[in-house]
Nanobody, 120 residues
Framework: QVQLVESGGGLVQAGGSLRLSCAAR????????MGWYRQAPGKQRELVAG???????NYADSVKGRFTISRDNTKNTLYLQMNSLKPEDTAVYYC??????????????WGQGTQVTVSS
């Protein structure tokens, strides 16, 4: 059974930083393409960043230059370093397996998410 556990969210002032983690169990993490997604109140869930099993990355335009996605296959963990945070980054952040060949669409299990709140 696939289990994804996100952590690292919190309340931060605009301009601050957070580092999110996603611990993955029940999947062969090293060959999985993974992504970070977020959902703000009243909005659809959207891709934030993705990383292939070979390390190729993809970012939403709104976070380019501010966020960095990475992975540690020895720890089965996905990371999202978020710098220069803005109030519009406020959302629940999720990790999921993703398909880069289908527009980085997520598939499979979702974790419980981690709340990120950026105050102005």
């Amino acid at each position: 059974q696939v289990q994804l556990v996100e952590s690292g969210g919190g309340l931060v002032q605009a301009g601050g930083s957070l580092r999110l983690s996603c611990a993955a169990r029940g999947i062969f993490f090293a060959i999985a393409n993974m992504g970070w997604y977020r959902q703000a109140p009243g909005k659809q869930r959207e891709l934030v960043a993705g990383i292939t099993n070979g390390g190729t990355t993809n970012y939403a335009d709104s976070v380019k230059g501010r966020f960095t996605i990475s992975r540690d296959n020895t720890k089965n963990t996905l990371y999202l370093q978020m710098n220069s945070l803005k109030p519009e980054d406020t959302a629940v952040y999720y990790c999921a397996a993703t398909n880069p060949n289908r527009g980085w669409t997520a598939f499979g299990s979702w974790g419980q998410g981690t709340q990120v709140t950026v105050s102005s």
